[in-house]
């Protein structure tokens, strides 16, 4: 008798909490750069930007921090007439919500300022369409290897830079961390190596995993 009980149960929490994924996105160099003179594109491949793409058009939501918001080099995730023109974008900060969400305001930027916290993204979620959006149903094709998904479920696309993806990793069990190394090392002006003007391009020859390690052996393209 308590089996069926249980059961319902689950099928109620189920019911009343939509299934979610929160997915981080983040692309490094071989030798860990996150940023080249503080932008992410000088780290990513056309095939990188090809992943990033599709990720995004199975996104329900997408996840930023305020130093991508504010940047105004960047094009507006949700723009008019973009392919992601309704989908929503949140900002999340730990300090001030309401004045970052003023100086959103201010510059036009149709995205949500809020609080982060360890229940933030269970917020975010909650107040998501169940039903993926029309953007995101034509992704499923692409996407199909990478992100196979429930039809139901939303998806969270973190694509901050990796403060933001620490924390959330840290307060939301389940998020996965999508990690996609470019063969690339990056000159940064604090590198060890940033008074090198030498440029190799690697081409990828091998990948092995043992317990969680990855190894990857490269020679030169
Ligand atoms: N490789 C990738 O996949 C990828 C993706 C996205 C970004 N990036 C790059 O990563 C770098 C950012 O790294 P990060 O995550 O360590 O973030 P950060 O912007 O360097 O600093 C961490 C935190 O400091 C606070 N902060 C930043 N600028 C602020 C400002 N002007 N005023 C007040 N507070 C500020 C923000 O937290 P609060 O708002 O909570 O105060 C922010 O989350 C950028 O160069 C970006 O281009 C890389």
């Known amino acids: 008798m308590t089996e069926p009980k249980r059961q319902n149960r689950a099928q109620q929490a ?20 996150f940023a080249e003179d503080g932008w992410s594109t000088g780290v990513s491949t056309d095939a990188d930007f090809r ?15 305020r130093r991508t918001a504010l940047n ?4 507006v995730i949700n ?22 969400q003023v100086e959103l305001d201010a510059r036009g930027l149709d995205y949500r300022a809020k609080i982060f916290s360890a229940d933030t993204i269970t917020e975010v979620a909650a107040a998501l369409p169940t039903a993926p959006s ?32 620490f924390r959330i990793l840290e307060h939301c069990p389940g998020a996965e961390l999508h990690l996609s190394v470019s063969p690339r090392y990056i000159r940064t002006p604090g590198s060890h190596f940033s008074g090198l003007e030498a440029k190799i391009d690697l081409r990828l020859i091998d990948v092995h995993t043992e317990d969680g390690q990855v190894f990857l052996r490269y020679r030169r393209a």
């Open 14 to 33: 189920d019911e009343q909490e939509p299934a979610r994924r929160v997915i981080i996105s983040l692309v490094q160099s071989i030798n860990g750069s």
């Open 134 to 165: 029309p953007e995101s149903r034509q992704s499923e094709t692409d996407t199909a290897q990478s992100l196979p998904r429930q039809s139901t479920e939303a998806v969270l696309l973190c694509e901050s830079g990796p403060n933001l993806a």
């Open 72 to 75: 105004p080099q960047l094009p």
């Open 79 to 100: 723009a008019a007439g973009k392919t992601l023109a309704h989908t929503p974008v949140y900002v999340l900060t730990e300090s001030d919500p309401d004045a970052l």
């Open 51 to 65: 992943r990033f793409l599709a990720l995004r058009r199975s996104a329900n939501a997408i996840i930023i921090d």
